[in-house]
Nanobody, 129 residues
Framework: QVQLVESGGGSVQAGGSLRLSCSVSADIASSNCMGWFRQAPGKEREGVATIYTDGGYTYYDDSVKGRFTISQGNAKNTVYLQMNNLKPEDTAMYYC??????????????????????WGQGTQVTVSS
């Protein structure tokens, strides 16, 4: 059964850190591209970071560059998003997503949501000033 489960969200003060985890089922652990997206209240969902698993290339939205780091666990079944120096504008529901095998590789930076066929339920991140 295809499954992505996010965890690690919570409430922090500005300047704090959180690490989000996305546990993926075995049948999508070999996805060629996985990413984190977020949706703030009243706004559209947007791409935050992606990792191309063949080569480990990573891409970030300008708003998080230098503060967030996406990585993949050694067993390839977990994707992380380390978030440092959090700001109130980072408050959002964060979603993990994966490109299904056979769909092709998204054009970098890979923030087109239609390229991702698998999505988690999301984990809430709230940053207070």
């Amino acid at each position: 059964q295809v499954q992505l489960v996010e965890s690690g969200g919570g409430s922090v003060q500005a300047g704090g850190s959180l690490r989000l985890s996305c546990s993926v089922s075995a049948d999508i652990a070999s996805s060629n591209c996985m990413g984190w997206f977020r949706q703030a209240p009243g706004k559209e969902r947007e791409g935050v970071a992606t990792i191309y698993t063949d080569g480990g290339y990573t891409y970030y939205d300008d708003s998080v560059k230098g503060r967030f780091t996406i990585s993949q666990g050694n067993a390839k079944n977990t994707v992380y998003l380390q978030m440092n120096n959090l700001k109130p504008e980072d408050t959002a529901m964060y979603y993990c997503a994966a490109v299904p095998m056979g769909w092709g590789t998204p054009v970098p930076p890979g923030f087109e949501q239609r390229d991702f066929g698998y999505w988690g339920q999301g984990t809430q991140v709230t940053v207070s000033s």
